[in-house]
């Protein structure tokens, strides 16, 4: 149990700092200090089950309330209720929420932000986690973080992720990289490309439809991807993309240690594979066969699939199937009972 004053901090969702020290990188690298930011949200930690939320790629710590940007599922009564749980989302270091940035990005991969995740959560005196849930990058930090530490966490959630960067997904973070270091608008170039593996043709002639903007003489297709280069670009550093696009390449738990099933297998948490039949970055085939080659020897791994023609973002906006899919986990009176086992369909 934490003492008085720091349970009192925590009732509070401002953001907080604690520093990680002395740090090494997987890469060799030795950072003095690190800071690291990170918010809570509803109960404070110590008086409930800890969830740990991990943000995406342009997200940060502040997951719920008005401008939370999971504040769908994230709530009072909500999904992952917060009149139930301790929420807490740290930022990744060098996101800029915090105002902190890291200039030499490639020093760090998707599995030292989870060590340093595993710090803050040793820091903060969280011995366990009810939950690690994540979105794209978040899913898999969350991912590495098990395979690291493979008792920390009881329900592990990756949705639209992957234990591994697929060759599609590095890829693409090549083309964004090569757009970062070498465009003349760098955030801007890079978001209008990406958002068009974020979502999916069916989703754009939906929404467009070939319509035109006559006050711009151009699509709306056109004028909607300019909008979009623009509102990140106004809100999130060149470094901060650089890095966070370095870890979405990163992703693989195997690395220097085995295979997949060698490394999974070990985990002792409910494990749910969220996938979205519709993503080109973590298709839901792989997730399918990462599902099958884990229930071969583990019982306790589950797969769902979010049906929609929105693709890789359908995690930001299907969250009625979200809801659906995860709504016994987060049930505290039904999930101790069979241990959310029965929660996602196969």
């Not at 769908?72 to 060098?94: C, H, Q, W």
Request: charged share 20%; hydrophobic share 45%; net charge negative.
């Amino acid at each position: 149990m934490l003492n008085e004053e720091v349970t009192t901090l925590f009732m509070s969702n401002k953001l907080q700092h604690i520093a990680i020290r002395d740090f090494e990188t997987e890469s060799g690298v030795t950072y003095v200090e690190i800071p690291l930011s990170f918010q809570v949200f509803g109960k404070p930690i110590g008086q409930a089950p800890v969830v740990l939320v991990n943000h995406a790629l342009s997200g940060n710590s502040n997951v719920a309330g008005e401008f939370g940007w999971w504040k769908d599922i994230i709530g009072p009564e909500k999904l992952i209720d917060t009149k139930r749980y301790s929420v807490l989302a740290f930022n990744v270091p060098g996101n800029g929420y915090d105002e902190f940035l890291i200039e030499s990005y490639k020093d760090f991969n998707a599995r030292d932000i989870a060590q340093i995740f595993a710090l803050g959560i040793e820091q903060l005196k969280v011995d366990k986690l009810f939950a690690a849930i994540g979105g794209s990058v978040g899913g898999g930090i969350a991912w590495e973080l098990a395979a690291l530490y493979p008792d920390l966490i009881e329900n592990l959630i990756p949705i639209a992720s992957d234990w591994k960067s697929t060759d599609w997904l590095i890829a693409n973070c090549l083309v964004q990289d090569l757009i970062l270091n070498n465009s003349s608008d760098p955030v801007h170039d890079a978001r209008t490309h990406a958002m068009l593996c974020y979502r999916t043709p069916e989703s754009f002639r939906e929404r467009f439809n070939r319509t035109t903007n006559t006050d711009l003489n151009m699509f709306n297709v056109e004028s909607w991807l300019l909008h979009h280069g623009k509102k990140l670009k106004d809100r999130f550093s060149l470094a901060s993309y650089k890095l966070l696009n370095q870890l979405l390449a990163s992703i693989d738990i195997t690395r220097a240690k085995g295979t997949f099933l060698e490394v999974a297998s070990n985990i002792t948490a409910n494990i749910y594979i969220i996938a979205v039949d519709t993503d080109i970055f973590f298709t839901a085939r792989e997730n399918r066969e990462a599902f099958l080659a884990l229930s071969e020897v583990k019982n306790n791994v589950r797969y769902g699939e979010i049906q929609s023609i929105h693709g890789h973002d359908a995690f930001l906006i299907e969250f009625e199937q979200l809801e659906k899919l995860l709504e016994k986990v987060f049930s505290q009176s039904e999930a101790k009972e069979d241990n959310g086992l029965s929660a996602v369909a196969i």
